[in-house]
Nanobody, 116 residues
């Protein structure tokens, strides 16, 4: 059983910053890509940012130059630094991890609300 424990969501004013963290409960298993997705009410879940074990990153166009994804492979933890937040960034943010031997897992989600 693998759990992804997310933290760092909350309420912030437009222009502010938040840092999300996601830690996998199982260590000793290699993880390929880790990423963050978000889902706003009535919309589909979309990729925000993804990072491979080698450090290659992909970002959604809407968050480029504002968000930064990073990871600590030793701790099986991924982070999302979110700066210059906008009301349209409001959503539930989900962590995802693709374990080499165990498959793909999702976190429970953390709410990010940006007020105008």
């Amino acid at each position: 059983q693998v759990q992804l424990v997310e933290s760092g969501g909350g309420l912030v004013q437009a222009g502010g910053s938040l840092r999300l963290s996601c830690a996998a409960s199982r260590t000793g298993f290699s993880i390929n890509a880790m990423g963050w997705y978000r889902q706003a009410p009535g919309k589909q879940r979309d990729l925000v940012a993804r990072i491979t074990s080698g450090g290659s990153t992909v970002y959604a166009d809407s968050v480029k130059d504002r968000f930064t994804i990073s990871r600590d492979n030793a701790k099986n933890t991924v982070y999302l630094q979110m700066n210059s937040l906008k009301p349209e960034d409001t959503a539930v943010y989900y962590c995802n991890a693709n374990f080499v031997a165990l498959g793909s897992y999702w976190g429970q989600g953390t709410q990010v609300t940006v007020s105008s």
